[in-house]
């Protein structure tokens, strides 16, 4: 993969370097992703949806492409690169598998950025290698079955001290690769009167006593990529496993749902992208009374429009990227980042439903068969609107820091 510039590194640029244009080396990393994608991820796409199937070996494969760890330094088999990259990764990925595109994604920002940005020089050693070539899949654990857009003050899953170890129970449920994965980032309650003051992060394995994956949940989109809820039925962790401080967990959360919304944007960005090429291909080739619809200007019409909201939504990922290249450990979570990566994602959710509507009007009574790719874009498009902070937390967050300046 390709390295940064001499002397450029995620935290030295400044605006006046226009660091969220795609330079030839980013666009060159985006290809490469690209590529990949085309040929390795494409061919799946279509049985992951209409089996619920997830490919047990593409994890190392991406692994094997030095596609993982983009933003982790070599030392622990990561590319060096920066954020924007691991964006660029995402996107190329949605664009020819949002299901793998997801699962990536959950592997990837989720839980390496996570751990890479919060871990102890231990922790990072014994994950992060493994992670990166692909051999072990991470998750992320936060929303309940009582606690989604609440996800802090209705969190029910508690931890406590036990000797060397902590003891967690509780559940967590719509967790991306929670079926497959191999080591967690769960949250939990360690000092509940504490409120938001008492939450941590832990460091799960599936073989730690007393986990287990209560169900696969089938979803409406993103099928084959695995879903689940999880059970923490006295389940031992131990001390070490601690992610960050006891009751500092908070901080690692928000800044981390901050990095989240950014990536959320690269992903729909991608499935954008896809729709919109898939529809314009359709209508050069689609003929009725006499001429390819193309030529309708209603059909144009749409295509425009397409085209100006995958543009919008362009601009708007690749500033954000850049933005949150300069966000350094927790400080997400607040100010200024807290609401651009909520405006980047209420933005692309939005477009993306209306770019995937457009190209099932424009695909006809082909777009509203199941087994279409432009039917797979358009149920993947929804969870947009919903995952990582409903539409209406991202409006309650801009709204907040607006009145708070």
Not at 186 to 197: D, F, L, N, S
Not at 284 to 312: C, H, N, T, W
Not at 330 to 336: A, H, K, L, Y
Request: net charge negative; hydrophobic share 40%; with cysteine.
């Amino acid at each position: 993969m390709a390295t940064l510039h001499d002397g450029e590194t995620a935290s030295s640029l400044s605006p006046t370097d226009k660091e969220y244009e795609l330079t030839a080396e980013r666009a060159g990393i985006l290809e490469t992703a690209d590529r990949f994608a085309r040929r390795e991820l494409a061919p799946l796409f279509a049985k992951m949806d209409a089996d619920e199937w997830w490919p047990p070996y593409i994890m190392r494969s991406i692994g094997s492409a030095g596609l993982i760890g983009v933003a982790v330094d070599p030392e622990f088999g990561g590319a060096g690169l920066d954020f924007f990259c691991q964006g660029l990764v995402i996107q190329a990925f949605a664009r020819h598998n949002s299901s793998i595109g997801l699962s990536y994604a959950g592997h990837e920002n989720l839980f390496i950025n996570n751990l890479d940005q919060n871990g102890t020089p231990q922790q990072r050693a014994k994950y992060l290698p493994g992670c990166i070539t692909g051999d072990l899949i991470g998750a992320l654990g936060m929303t309940e079955p009582g606690a989604g857009s609440d996800a802090i003050g209705s969190m029910a899953t508690v931890a406590h001290r036990d000797g060397d170890s902590y003891i967690l129970n509780g559940r967590k449920t719509f967790i991306t690769n929670g079926p497959i994965a191999d080591v967690m980032i769960i949250y939990a309650k360690t000092a509940p009167e504490r409120g938001t003051k008492g939450v941590s992060a832990f460091l799960v394995e599936k073989n730690f006593p007393g986990f287990s994956v209560a169900q696969k949940l089938i979803k409406m989109g993103h099928r084959g990529s695995p879903t689940g809820e999880l059970v923490f039925d006295n389940c031992r962790v131990p001390a070490e496993n601690l992610l960050g401080e006891e009751n500092k967990g908070v901080a690692i959360m928000m800044s981390g749902l901050d990095l989240e919304r950014a990536i959320v944007g690269s992903h729909a960005l991608g499935v954008a992208e896809r729709a919109l090429e898939i529809t314009v291909e359709y209508a050069k080739q689609r003929v009725q009374f006499g001429k390819p619809i193309a030529s309708f200007q209603m059909v144009q019409a749409l295509l425009a429009d397409m085209y100006v909201a995958v543009e919008s939504m362009r601009q708007m990922v690749y500033y954000t990227l850049a933005k949150c290249n300069r966000l350094a450990g927790t400080d997400g979570g607040r100010g200024e980042i807290h609401k651009l990566t909520a405006a980047t994602v209420l933005l692309c959710g939005r477009s993306l439903q209306k770019i995937c509507d457009s190209a099932v009007q424009v695909h006809g009574g082909m777009g509203y068969m199941w087994e279409t790719e432009v039917n797979r874009l358009y149920r993947a498009a929804k969870v947009f609107e919903i995952g990582a902070g409903t539409n209406e937390i991202r409006r309650l967050i801009i709204a907040g820091e607006l009145l708070s300046e």
